[in-house]
């Protein structure tokens, strides 16, 4: 396994980051800022998120993604994990929002992650189209925080 830091050409990740937030406009407002950190395992890409600095105490993942036939095998933990470390003594706080999925909600949470806010009808107000993961739509963002 192999954690790549991109810093150009950064539009080459966007077709993973669309499994994260299917609204590529959404992707555009916050890559150009962003590092991503791209997983590779036996040279193939199979996972991605998407960083940036808040503030001086904060760093945010904007996005986290693992291609579907590379899920459940640890891959996007290891990128949380080498997330925390290496911004750790730089940083406070990691935090991310996210919809209410209850299975995406319980992944963070059992990663450290505790919820702080919500975002109320985020994903109605800043999307062109409705949202909806495992049937249901999605409306508020919820905000986790995890100290570093
Ligand atoms: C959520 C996601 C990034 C996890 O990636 P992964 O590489 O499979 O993660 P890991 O192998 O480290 O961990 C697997 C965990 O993800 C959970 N999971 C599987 N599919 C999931 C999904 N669609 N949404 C949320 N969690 C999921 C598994 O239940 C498992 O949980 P557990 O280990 O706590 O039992 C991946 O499922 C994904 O890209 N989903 C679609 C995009 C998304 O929902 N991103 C999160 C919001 S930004």
């Given at each position: 396994?192999?954690?790549?830091?991109?810093?150009?050409?950064?539009?080459?990740?966007?077709?993973?980051l669309?499994?994260g937030d299917?609204?590529?406009?959404m992707i555009?407002k916050y890559i150009?800022q962003s590092?991503i950190?791209?997983?590779?395992?036996?040279?193939?890409?199979?996972?991605?998120c998407a960083v940036i600095?808040t503030?001086?105490?904060?760093i945010e993942i904007k996005n986290l993604?693992?291609?579907?036939?590379?899920?459940?095998?640890?891959?996007?933990?290891?990128?949380?994990?080498?997330?925390?470390?290496?911004?750790?003594?730089?940083?406070?706080?990691?935090?991310l929002g996210?919809?209410?999925?209850?299975?995406?909600?319980?992944?963070?949470?059992?990663?450290?992650?505790?919820?702080?806010?919500?975002?109320?009808?985020?994903?109605?107000?800043?999307?062109?189209?409705?949202?909806?993961?495992?049937?249901?739509?999605?409306?508020?963002?919820?905000?986790?925080?995890?100290?570093?």
């Amino acid at each position: 396994m192999q954690i790549k830091k991109i810093s150009t050409n950064k539009t080459d990740y966007t077709d993973i980051l669309l499994i994260g937030d299917e609204d590529e406009k959404m992707i555009n407002k916050y890559i150009k800022q962003s590092t991503i950190f791209a997983l590779y395992e036996n040279n193939a890409l199979t996972s991605a998120c998407a960083v940036i600095q808040t503030d001086n105490e904060t760093i945010e993942i904007k996005n986290l993604a693992t291609y579907p036939e590379y899920q459940n095998r640890g891959y996007a933990t290891a990128l949380i994990n080498f997330v925390c470390n290496k911004y750790k003594t730089e940083f406070k706080y990691l935090i991310l929002g996210t919809g209410e999925n209850n299975k995406t909600l319980e992944f963070y949470k059992k990663r450290g992650f505790q919820e702080t806010h919500r975002i109320k009808n985020f994903f109605i107000d800043n999307y062109s189209h409705p949202i909806f993961e495992d049937g249901k739509q999605l409306k508020d963002m919820i905000y986790l925080k995890k100290i570093l």
